[in-house]
């Protein structure tokens, strides 16, 4: 069923629009990860834009096809720099998410009572603070001129929930089981 409130449905065609150029931008910049030697970086771009790409998805869905002369703005950070650039873009870019964007969305989708987008935004908040850090890791190895020291990325395919190392048992944001979880 289709969002009921104009705000909550112009909140999800908005984080869907950032969700989306999200995604394309973390595949984009973690290419010039690979091409100046942080394959780890690369890997960790790549992961993080499948969690963006579950981000979308999830908003989409909520959209319903209510997408008729939507017009979806996205602030975003355009452009391409070094690694080290790129991070701090990235970084910039999910705190924001989680300061100032996902809180009033997902108090509004409270407010106005439209659960599946209550889901959807706490969902991508929760994943967005993980995102930050991660990020912020990597950001501090490469300016010590290193990769980030990583075995293994995990990725949510439900809610976006990003670990490092290892899966857990079960997804502390949405419950589902580790099996279930994208290996990168």
């Known amino acids: 069923m289709a969002v009921k409130n104009a705000m909550t449905s112009d909140f999800l065609h908005s984080a869907y629009g950032g969700e989306s150029?999200?995604?394309?931008?973390?595949?984009?910049?973690?290419d010039m990860a690979e091409k100046?030697?942080?394959?780890?970086?690369?890997?960790?771009?790549?992961?993080?834009?499948?969690?963006?790409?579950?981000?979308?998805?999830?908003?989409?869905?909520?959209?319903?096809?209510?997408?008729?002369?939507?017009?979806?703005?996205?602030?975003?950070?355009?452009?391409?720099?070094?690694?080290?650039?790129?991070?701090?873009?990235?970084i910039n870019g999910e705190l924001h998410e989680v300061e100032q964007m996902y809180p009033v969305y997902l108090n509004t989708a409270e407010f106005q009572n439209e659960a599946g987008a209550k889901r959807s935004f706490h969902g991508a908040w929760e994943a967005e603070k993980l995102h930050a850090k991660l990020f912020q890791k990597a950001l501090d190895a490469v300016k010590a001129g290193k990769d980030i020291e990583l075995k293994a990325i995990y990725v949510c395919p439900v809610c976006g929930n990003t670990v490092l190392d290892e899966a857990p048992e079960k997804c502390p944001v949405c419950g589902v089981k580790k099996e279930m979880y994208h290996k990168f």
């Open 21 to 30: 150029m999200a995604h394309m931008r973390y595949l984009i910049w973690g």
């Open 36 to 90: 100046e030697g942080f394959p780890n970086v690369a890997r960790l771009f790549k992961a993080i834009a499948y969690a963006e790409q579950v981000h979308a998805t999830n908003h989409f869905r909520e959209i319903d096809g209510g997408t008729a002369d939507a017009t979806v703005t996205a602030g975003g950070v355009f452009g391409m720099g070094k690694t080290a650039d790129n991070l701090q873009g990235a």
